[in-house]
């Protein structure tokens, strides 16, 4: 009788909840009833007969986790442990592999490692498949369930069981977790004017970090600038449009956003009282450029700001809100889209570089017989590409794109024509 009761009392919420939206759109709310009605029918059969026994709880949860895999790969239910877990996302400081993950076709992928973190050392890629997580499939898992498994306390060990392309089999990587913690922001100057600043993910101290290297780099006669957003998998938009409104004019638009509801339609414009403006500027992406990365980038080239270079971003244009629910739980449901101040709408394409440099390429070499480990555990930027800039290829490119504006700058009016002329 108690269930029964329980499952009445869901019933009756569920009705209540739905009914107000459902009349307001003047649909018909009996046979909204009638498909609620056989949903609880369900619940009731399963709490009651199935082989093992289940709460109440777990059969509501598991059916929320079911509504939402059934409607894009961002959008999860968080149990109370992990609408917590989530909170710390945006720190800058968190137990786990250093590893940002996403759902493409329905296959559990790699977006980026995060440089200097476990899963960045062991040589994860950007588009690696995760097949297994301590040996449970991912197969149907939702992201915020595979998130969860990944991190853990500091010294303990996760297996993933990776598939490559180029490898003839999976591999598994053994990763010892660690505290993250992420330095959103790391420069240096490259040659005489020209600095190169990294962001790594775009967290809430991103902006007031790259202020003080601007600042910095300013000082010491900045006269070029390479923002590197390769393998940044993103974070917060606000965030995005706080790095953006560094370098475009006070009132440009930097992002704007779409989506069913009136309050999911927002514009974001540049406010910055000193922005960067006069400065030649070059920004790289790749594959593991995402989100935020790609609100920047795409800005940055519509204003016509920055040269893009590098390779076709990642494509992740949707809008993730994130709705408290009654009982600690939380809601991560994709509310709207991005569009970049052109219009563009990068869900699913990416953003297009100006001029495209692929990176040298890697051979992923499988395992030989009889090795425990993969060869190929390279990672997939160079460790410090400012070290030796004739390593990475792609800023080498975005040095001499910047030393030759520069000689343009600096040319005399009219030099060259005569002598083309003699």
Same mark, same amino acid.
């Given at each position: 009788?108690?269930?029964?009761?329980?499952?009445?009392?869901?019933? %009756?919420?569920?009705?209540?909840?739905?009914?107000?939206?459902?009349?307001?759109?003047?649909?018909?709310?009996?046979?909204?009833?009638?498909?609620?009605?056989?949903?609880?029918?369900?619940?009731?059969?399963?709490?009651?007969?199935?082989?093992?026994?289940?709460?109440?709880?777990?059969?509501?949860?598991?059916?929320?986790?079911?509504?939402?895999?059934?409607?894009?790969?961002?959008?999860?239910?968080?149990?109370?442990?992990?609408?917590?877990?989530?909170?710390?996302?945006?720190?800058?400081?968190?137990?786990?592999?250093?590893?940002?993950?996403?759902?493409?076709?329905?296959?559990?992928?790699?977006?980026?490692?995060?440089?200097?973190?476990?899963?960045?050392?062991?040589? %994860?890629?950007?588009?690696?498949?995760? %097949?297994?997580?301590?040996?449970?499939?991912? *197969?149907?898992?939702?992201?915020?369930?595979?998130?969860?498994?990944?991190?853990?306390?500091?010294?303990?060990?996760?297996?993933?069981?990776?598939?490559?392309?180029?490898?003839?089999?999976?591999?598994?990587?053994?990763?010892?977790?660690?505290?993250?913690?992420?330095?959103?922001?790391?420069?240096?100057?490259?040659?005489?004017?020209?600095?190169?600043?990294?962001?790594?993910?775009?967290?809430?101290?991103?902006?007031?970090?790259?202020?003080?290297?601007?600042?910095?780099?300013? *000082?010491?006669?900045?006269?070029?600038?390479?923002?590197?957003?390769?393998?940044?998998?993103?974070?917060?938009?606000?965030?995005?449009?706080?790095?953006?409104?560094?370098?475009?004019?006070?009132?440009?638009?930097?992002?704007?956003?779409?989506?069913?509801?009136?309050?999911?339609?927002?514009?974001?414009?540049?406010?910055?009282?000193?922005?960067?403006?006069?400065?030649?500027?070059?920004?790289?992406?790749?594959?593991?450029?995402?989100?935020?990365?790609?609100?920047?980038?795409?800005?940055?080239?519509?204003?016509?700001?920055?040269?893009?270079?590098?390779?076709?971003?990642?494509?992740?244009?949707?809008?993730?809100?994130?709705?408290?629910?009654?009982?600690?739980?939380?809601?991560?449901?994709?509310?709207?889209?991005?569009?970049?101040?052109?219009?563009?709408?990068?869900?699913?394409?990416?953003?297009?570089?100006?001029?495209?440099?692929?990176?040298? *390429?890697?051979?992923?070499?499988?395992?030989?017989?009889?090795?425990?480990?993969?060869?190929?555990?390279?990672?997939?930027?160079?460790?410090?590409?400012?070290?030796?800039?004739? *390593?990475?290829?792609?800023?080498?490119?975005?040095?001499?794109?910047?030393?030759?504006?520069?000689?343009?700058?600096?040319?005399?009016?009219?030099?060259?024509?005569?002598?083309?002329?003699?």
């Amino acid at each position: 009788m108690k269930k029964a009761v329980v499952v009445g009392a869901l019933l %009756l919420v569920i009705t209540l909840s739905m009914g107000g939206t459902v009349a307001s759109k003047g649909t018909d709310t009996a046979a909204t009833y009638e498909q609620l009605r056989l949903f609880t029918e369900v619940m009731s059969i399963v709490e009651n007969q199935y082989v093992d026994e289940v709460t109440p709880k777990e059969l509501v949860y598991n059916a929320i986790k079911g509504t939402l895999r059934g409607l894009d790969p961002h959008s999860s239910f968080l149990d109370p442990d992990s609408y917590k877990e989530m909170q710390v996302e945006t720190s800058g400081s968190f137990g786990g592999l250093g590893i940002e993950i996403t759902l493409r076709d329905d296959i559990l992928t790699v977006v980026s490692p995060i440089e200097g973190t476990p899963a960045y050392r062991v040589g %994860l890629h950007t588009g690696d498949r995760i %097949l297994k997580i301590d040996g449970i499939a991912t *197969k149907d898992m939702q992201l915020a369930d595979a998130v969860k498994r990944m991190r853990g306390k500091p010294g303990s060990k996760v297996t993933v069981t990776i598939a490559r392309e180029g490898w003839t089999e999976p591999q598994d990587f053994a990763i010892v977790r660690e505290q993250i913690h992420i330095q959103s922001v790391r420069s240096q100057e490259l040659e005489d004017g020209i600095e190169y600043i990294r962001l790594r993910q775009f967290q809430e101290q991103t902006a007031s970090d790259l202020d003080q290297t601007l600042e910095r780099a300013e *000082k010491s006669g900045l006269k070029g600038l390479v923002l590197d957003l390769r393998n940044n998998p993103g974070g917060l938009l606000t965030s995005a449009v706080e790095v953006t409104e560094k370098f475009i004019d006070d009132g440009k638009l930097v992002v704007y956003t779409e989506g069913r509801i009136r309050n999911q339609n927002m514009r974001f414009t540049a406010h910055a009282k000193h922005p960067l403006l006069g400065v030649p500027m070059v920004v790289m992406v790749n594959q593991g450029s995402a989100s935020a990365s790609e609100i920047v980038a795409g800005a940055l080239q519509d204003w016509g700001r920055a040269i893009v270079l590098g390779t076709q971003s990642f494509g992740k244009g949707s809008v993730q809100t994130i709705i408290p629910l009654s009982d600690g739980s939380g809601l991560r449901l994709t509310t709207a889209k991005y569009y970049t101040p052109k219009g563009r709408s990068i869900h699913g394409k990416g953003i297009t570089p100006d001029i495209v440099v692929e990176p040298p *390429k890697v051979v992923a070499a499988a395992p030989a017989p009889g090795d425990k480990e993969p060869k190929d555990k390279t990672p997939p930027v160079a460790p410090n590409p400012v070290e030796d800039v004739k *390593k990475d290829p792609q800023l080498q490119r975005a040095v001499d794109l910047l030393k030759a504006v520069r000689i343009l700058e600096h040319r005399p009016a009219g030099q060259g024509t005569e002598a083309q002329a003699r």
